[in-house]
């Protein structure tokens, strides 16, 4: 994205426009799109560590960085939401070599492409967390989103696993203090603060 767009990110929303006279690659192109297109808002929930709260199930949700939440209309407008988690961003970033910010653009392409081809999907989600009939509207924008960023964007090595250690009081989670590994080798690859919930 260097050298082509203009970018901000405040509370959650990402504006900016077009270096003149850049040349834009495939992500830039959508991700301009995605700022301009005052139909779709794009929605990027900020969480610490590796949980965010449902507030429908009243759960803590594991995920690792980036998880697709749909999107819901309202007056003709669609809002798209991904929850990210910016520590464990920056991690597999680093840890894929990637340079910094691809899997924070990833995570809203992902939202965009989801809110433009499959609005409303937020109401599909069942109880595992998926959307409808085989999680299409994830899958879709998920690998939509890869493929514009194919320089980039890649998955963190098939042995490389996040190692959760919560700690409990009354049955309810109050901290985790995780870690990135390789099965492999059991090499500790990344150590994380320790991040506290409710
Ligand atoms: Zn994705």
């Known amino acids: ?19 003149e006279g850049a040349t834009l690659s495939n992500a830039a192109t959508w991700l301009l799109e995605a700022i ?65 910010g691809t899997t924070m653009l990833h995570a809203a392409l992902e939202a965009y492409i989801g809110g433009k081809y499959f609005p409303n999907s937020m109401f599909t ?12 509207p ?14 980039n964007m890649r998955d963190l090595p098939s042995t490389y696993r996040f190692k959760s250690r919560p700690i409990y009081e009354n049955f309810i989670m109050k901290s985790d203090t995780p870690y990135i590994f390789d099965k492999s080798t059991s090499i500790i690859l990344h150590q994380f603060e320790t991040f506290k919930y409710r």
């Not at 050298?3 to 426009?17: A, D, E, H, P, R």
């Not at 595992?128 to 299409?136: P, R, W």
């Open 1 to 19: 994205m260097k050298g082509q767009l203009n970018l901000t990110f405040k509370n959650g929303i990402v504006s900016g426009s077009a270096v």
């Open 36 to 100: 301009n297109n005052p139909d779709i808002k794009v929605n990027l929930d900020t969480v610490d560590g590796l949980y965010y709260y449902d507030s429908n199930t009243k759960n803590y949700v594991y995920f690792e960085g980036d998880a697709f939440r749909g999107s819901f209309t309202y007056n003709e407008k669609v809002t798209a939401t991904n929850i990210v988690s910016p520590s464990v961003i920056e991690a597999i970033d680093n840890l894929t070599k990637s340079n910094k």
């Open 125 to 136: 989600v069942g109880k595992d967390g998926t959307f409808g009939k085989n999680d299409l």
């Open 138 to 151: 994830y899958v879709i924008s998920h690998d939509w989103a890869t493929c514009l960023d194919p320089t």
